[in-house]
């Protein structure tokens, strides 16, 4: 089989874990997944497929990496599902590294092919089963490996333990109030409208985000909580591995969390895959078909906030602006239109991108990819050149992602291909020009942060 | 084998109880396949509950429709031959007045048919557009490094039966009956490898779009063309 050039990477979750691997192993997993847990989909999808190569475009790594034919989403099916098939799983170790590369490094589960392939065939899907043999036997990117153990020891994806977290949301609460006169950030509130529920890196060294989910929480007067038992991290990398059964307990965890403070609502951080992982795949594998509770990313939150005039917007921002339409809450979900809502009434200069909403590209970060550490760090800033050139196009100076992965891997592309602009979340965006009522002004903190 | 080509037995088999077997195939096949995938998503627990008839004909219409989805405006060459092609060989088979005349024959009923001129033109189409397929597949590299022996087979199964059925009507070749048994010959087998080859995506074309159109519809509110 024709492979193209990939360079190599060293990763010990892939170099050192195909070595305890067995054939028979390989081909009862390979067999378990595609024969006892896969059906009707995978079945209609590979016996439909024309071959037709109509799905190329679709993808960013095909954009990215100059039409290379062998980054094609059908291609991906061809290396990985197709070969597994032929071969009826009868494949040596260093197979299962390369389709664990194809699946997890190469395919961000964006599932834009699947609105560009005439029959709507979902190759994303086929990806995820593809995770999900190779996460069983233990070949995935080492750094994701560590985070999915993390969920299984701490509920949380950076290892972030209880008395952690508790720890630190008293310091930014502590921190927030030299802004915010007599901000509060309630814990175990029960019967709150709304829990928060953060990003894992919230609690750890991103707390400043938590900081502004705060001050916006206080400034638009909700009657707000967030757990301090386990449950209250939203993340969930175990879906990114495949590994259904943590997915599911984390998830399970963190819906209880809700109920048992009989909140109304839960909010998740600005992130694309823990909303995907809540409303989409948690709740599935958990047997519901909707998310057993409302469940709201910040961009319908501030939507709302924004509409209903709870925050006032007091100084908009002058330099252009555009969006980037993250793939777990745009294509997953539909929010592009509110997104743009609310940028809009922050900032004077929108610039809208092309393609856009449901049929931009994906960022290249998506589905784990950006927790793979350095050495993977090349695949974003090239598989996301197609990214940065939309973005660059729109001439904006600040791109709002409302998103983790979208955001951390745009800033690094900027600097990678020496744009001239930064990223920034929705939550930045209004910190920087809501109006702080008049009541809540402290001598520190004069409102917006001039 | 010339002469057996050119039998009578031959011809009147093709012609009489070949015909038979050929139609149970392609339809108890094909009712096979679609009930067994039919039940098989039921394994699937995610495609039911999502069901959704707005949006699966949603879905359809803007597939249905020529340049109705942003990907066929992307590639609007492969969009003009795939929608002549797909008339061409649905079309021109059934309304073909040397098909509608063997019907009347044999069961007395009968249709509308094509002027001689058009369905001439359409057969025409169809053996370029199968020409455009198969030239996409030698020369694009996307296509070709997804390309295997039996896509070249398909185009194969599709295109003999059009061509012998053209050389037939025009009499270009000396022998007119040898053609016309390759042509019933090659037909049939046509009809025969839709259930049991990729050609079935005439039935799973609906199916899959409206799963996806649903999909994108009830739950991920966006649009999936
Ligand atoms: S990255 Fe997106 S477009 Fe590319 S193959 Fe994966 S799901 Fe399809
Ligand atoms: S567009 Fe659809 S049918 Fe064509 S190669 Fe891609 S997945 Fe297969």
Redesign the interface.
């Known amino acids: 089989m024709?492979r193209m050039q990939r360079r190599t990477v060293a990763d010990l979750g892939f170099d050192e874990t195909i070595k305890n691997l067995s054939p028979d192993k390989i081909a009862r997993t390979i067999r378990y997944v595609l024969e006892k847990e896969?059906?009707?989909?995978l079945?209609?999808?590979v016996?439909?497929?024309?071959?037709?190569?109509?799905?190329?475009?679709?993808c960013h790594f095909?954009v990215s990496y100059d039409?290379d034919?062998?980054y094609?989403p059908?291609?991906k099916v061809?290396q990985t599902i197709w070969d597994m098939i032929e071969k009826k799983g009868k494949v040596d170790p260093e197979t299962v590294k390369t389709y664990a590369r194809i699946g997890f490094t190469e395919c961000n589960i964006c599932r834009r092919c699947?609105?560009?392939?005439?029959?709507?065939?979902?190759i994303g899907y086929m990806m995820i089963l593809v995770r999900r043999i190779c996460g069983l036997l233990k070949v995935a990117p080492s750094y994701l490996q560590d985070q999915g153990y993390s969920h299984m020891y701490t509920y949380s994806q950076s290892w972030v333990a209880q008395d952690d977290w508790v720890d630190t949301v008293q310091f930014v609460e502590e921190e927030l109030r030299m802004n915010i006169k007599n901000a509060r950030i309630p814990l175990d509130k029960e019967g709150a409208e709304i829990m928060y529920s953060p990003h894992s890196l919230e609690a750890k060294f991103k707390t400043n985000l938590l900081a502004n989910i705060a001050k916006i929480m206080n400034v638009a007067r909700v009657d707000w909580t967030m757990p301090s038992f386990d449950g209250w991290d939203s993340t969930n990398q175990s879906m990114h591995l495949g590994d259904h059964e943590t997915m599911g307990m984390v998830e399970r965890m963190h819906f209880s969390a809700g109920f048992r403070l009989k909140v109304k609502k839960i909010v998740t951080s600005e992130c694309g895959h823990s909303f995907r992982a809540a409303v989409?795949d948690g709740s599935?594998s958990l047997?519901w078909?909707?998310p057993p509770i409302t469940y709201l990313q910040p961009t319908q939150l501030f939507f709302e906030f924004v509409r209903d005039g709870r925050i006032r917007i007091a100084r908009k921002i002058e330099e252009p602006v555009t969006v980037q339409d993250p793939c777990s809450i745009?294509?997953?979900?539909?929010?592009g239109g509110m997104l743009r809502s609310v940028v809009k009434a922050a900032c004077e200069d929108f610039r809208e991108v092309d393609?856009c909403?449901?049929?931009n590209y994906c960022c290249a970060a998506g589905s784990g990819v950006i927790n793979y550490g350095p050495p993977w760090k090349f695949l974003r800033m090239e598989g996301g050149r197609a990214k940065i050139r939309q973005l660059q196009a729109t001439g904006a100076k600040i791109v709002i992602a409302p998103c983790h992965s979208c955001h951390k891997t745009i800033e690094e592309m900027i600097d990678y291909y020496k744009a001239d602009m930064h990223v920034m979340f929705i939550s930045e965006l209004l910190v920087k020009t809501m109006e702080i009522p008049e009541d809540m002004r402290t001598p520190e903190g004069k409102g917006s942060d001039q | 084998m010339y002469e057996f080509l050119t039998s009578m037995e031959l011809y009147t088999f093709l012609k009489g109880p070949m015909v038979w077997v050929a139609f149970s195939v392609f339809l108890s096949g094909s009712v096979y396949r679609v009930i067994s995938l039919l039940k098989l998503a039921r394994k699937d627990r995610v495609v039911y509950p999502y069901l959704n008839v707005k949006y699966s004909l949603r879905s359809l219409v803007h597939w249905l429709v020529p340049f109705g989805s942003r990907n066929m405006r992307l590639h609007p060459w492969v969009t003009v031959f795939a929608f002549a092609f797909h008339l061409g060989v649905i079309v021109t088979p059934i309304l073909l007045y040397p098909h509608i005349a063997l019907w009347h024959d044999a069961w007395g009923i009968r249709w509308w048919s094509l002027p001689e001129k058009i369905a001439d033109f359409m057969t025409i189409v169809v053996l370029v557009c199968c020409a455009f397929f198969l030239l996409r597949r030698v020369f694009a590299s996307e296509v070709r490094f997804v390309t295997f022996p039996s896509d070249y087979a398909i185009i194969a199964i599709v295109a003999a039966p059009f061509l012998t059925g053209f050389l037939a009507f025009h009499q270009v070749v000396d022998h007119y009956r040898l053609m016309v048994i390759l042509h019933m010959a090659f037909g049939e087998v046509m009809l025969m490898a839709i259930p049991f080859t990729r050609l079935h995506h005439m039935f799973s074309f609906w199916l899959i779009r409206a799963h996806t159109g649903s999909e994108f519809g009830v739950f991920r509110h966006s649009r999936d063309y």
Request: proline fraction near 6%.
């Open positions: 024709a896969a059906a009707a989909r079945k209609a999808y016996d439909t497929c024309i071959h037709c190569g109509l799905c190329n475009e679709a095909y039409r034919p062998s094609a059908v291609a061809r699947s609105m560009y392939c005439p029959f709507g065939i979902d989409y599935r047997g078909k909707e745009v294509r997953n979900r539909g929010l393609p909403l449901e049929h």
